[in-house]
């Protein structure tokens, strides 16, 4: 991905790999990443697999923004877990990117994200 994503850092998400149509990312969930429950804040969560679709449509020149996604939380996770989500792109045409993004504790999924994605002209500022 060109340029910075200053949310990204601010959650201390990791990339861990990035390739046109795939990435993965991680994140050590702390105390402040949490809810009034003590879970992982589904705001967080949603970030973590946000970012992994950002990345993988968006790799080199490509220019894609989120249109629309839809997220499950299916597993609490907390303080101390090590989240990873995973993005694939599943399906891509002139106008949109479909990919699914799976966010992991160790081998247990923990939230199901589905982002369609609009990809922009890259030669045109946003
Ligand atoms: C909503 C929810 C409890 C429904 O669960 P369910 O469909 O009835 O299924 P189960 O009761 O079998 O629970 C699914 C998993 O959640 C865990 N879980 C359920 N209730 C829990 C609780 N009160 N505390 C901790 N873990 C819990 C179960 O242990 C199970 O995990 P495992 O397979 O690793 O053992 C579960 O999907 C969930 O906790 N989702 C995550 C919610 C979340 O974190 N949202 C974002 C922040 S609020």
Redesign the pocket.
């Given at each position: 991905m060109r340029g910075n994503d200053y949310f990204r850092e601010l959650l201390g998400i990791k990339v861990v790999v990035a390739k046109d149509g795939y990435s993965k990312m991680s994140l050590k969930i702390t105390k402040e990443h949490t809810?009034f429950?003590g879970?992982?804040?589904?705001g967080v969560?949603f970030a973590l697999a946000d970012c992994a679709f950002a990345e993988a449509v968006n790799f080199g020149d490509k220019r894609a923004v989120a249109v629309q996604v839809s997220i499950n939380?299916?597993?609490?996770s907390s303080e101390g877990d090590v989240l990873t989500a995973e993005a694939k792109t599943i399906s891509e045409g002139k106008t949109f990117a479909l990919c699914s993004i799976t966010v992991r504790k160790e081998n247990?999924e923990v939230a199901l994200f589905t982002g369609l994605a609009y990809k922009l002209l890259t030669d045109k500022k946003i």
């Open positions: 809810n429950v879970f992982t804040h589904g969560i939380f299916v597993r609490p247990k």
